[in-house]
């Protein structure tokens, strides 16, 4: 296959517009906590972006697309350190289908799963040790995210190639199951062994600065672009799909959530609509590829309305899910991958294609919901064991900024601080 230099430029493109996610999010993740954790929320999106570069190239591309080891995983040795996947016997660059070399791919791929790592974090802000949060990235990447990535992209169960495509070809354009329903998954199951927040549903928790957040939701929205147009892998018609899809389901996400608000609470707010905005993102990643515009309307508007009624779980059921990454990415992942099949043009129920694919994809998306809560079980319930999760009383209380970091976001926290030692 020759160089597509138009293709290669756009998934270069794409690649960076995704990595601009993680810092994105560290911004929208760090407005909704309270002002003296916040550079410690943002150091965690960060953290994940350091840990899971380095491992992806070492040994996650390998598991992601290396060799099937019994379709669950690929084998971490085939490629390691990304032996042979770069240059072919003549040391030339390697090149896909598409007409992108194959390193571009990979940096493109790796972007995917440090967003997912970072997106957990949310669950369990103001309280965990920022030790033991990289060493989770690292183990929970490795043992969560690559085998996902493999199960569904990469040949292995949950894919067109595994056995659940004899009932219809299983549909995830760019992430339902391997990114949002991986990390809902994992953050419910990681808010429960880690417990709550001290005084949480009884103190107001309330975001500390919400420009941050709609700052932090319009990156994440300019960086979805990269994350599901990407996805076509060549600048085509897909790609525009995807785009389009993107931003009508985006925008009627907003007005969903925005109209439960009104009606429930009797305002529309700026949470409420970069909420929405993260909402309608997550809802049309799986469906980008495969639903039309006006399909994406209907879409994204339930993902809104349900998204933010699902926020409001965590009170009613008692488990503290900081910044609502359980009501946001697994339940609009888990409606964006099962919505397919009613919305998809050739082979929804709604477009005369019976109920194979809705079938499908609600199988792929309770396995996806399973293999990462028992894994993620697994690995959290090691680390509490062994490291320990929480930080002291004394330092949730005070701030782990100060505690952790040695710094503070605003001055006048640490004044605060200091007038509060010196009282003493």
Known sequence: MELDTGAT??????????????PGLALFYGGMVRGKSVLNMMMMSFGALAVTAVVYVLWGWSMSYGADVGGILGNPFDQFALSGAIYDGAGEFLVDDYGVPAIVGIGFQATFAIITVALISG???????????????????????????????????????????????????????????????????????????????????RPHNLPLVMLG??????????????????????????????????????????????????????????????AGLVAITPAAGSVSPFGSIFLGAIAGVLCAFAVGLKYRLGFDDSLDVVGVHLVAGLWGTVAIGFF?????????????????????????VAFSAVVTYVIAVALKATMGWRVSEETEVAGIDLAVHSETAYETIQQGSVAKEIRA
Do not use: C
């Open 217 to 278: 939701a319009a990156l994440l929205w300019f960086g979805w672009f990269g994350f599901n147009g990407g996805s076509a892998f060549t600048a085509d018609g897909f790609a525009g799909l995807a785009w389009v899809n993107t931003t009508v389901a985006t925008a009627a996400a907003v007005l969903g959530w925005l109209l439960v608000e009104k009606l429930r609470d009797g305002s529309a707010t700026s949470l409420g609509a970069a909420s929405g905005v993260v």
């Open 9 to 22: 430029a756009w998934m270069l493109m794409s690649a960076s517009l995704v990595l601009l996610m993680t």
């Open 123 to 205: 669950a369990i802000a103001d309280r965990v040790k920022f030790g033991t949060w990289m060493v989770f990235a690292a183990v929970w990447v490795t043992l969560a995210y690559f085998p996902m990535a493999h199960m569904v992209w990469g040949g292995g169960l949950l894919s067109g190639d595994g056995p659940f495509a004899s009932i219809a070809a299983p549909i995830d354009f760019a992430g339902g199951t391997v990114v949002h329903i991986n990390a809902g998954a994992a953050a419910l199951v990681l808010a429960l062994v880690v417990g709550k927040r001290k005084g949480f549903g009884t103190e107001p928790m």
């Open 344 to 368: 998809a043009t050739e082979t929804g129920l709604f477009y005369g294609g019976g109920v194979s694919q809705l079938a499908v994809q609600a199988i792929i998306a309770a396995v996806a």
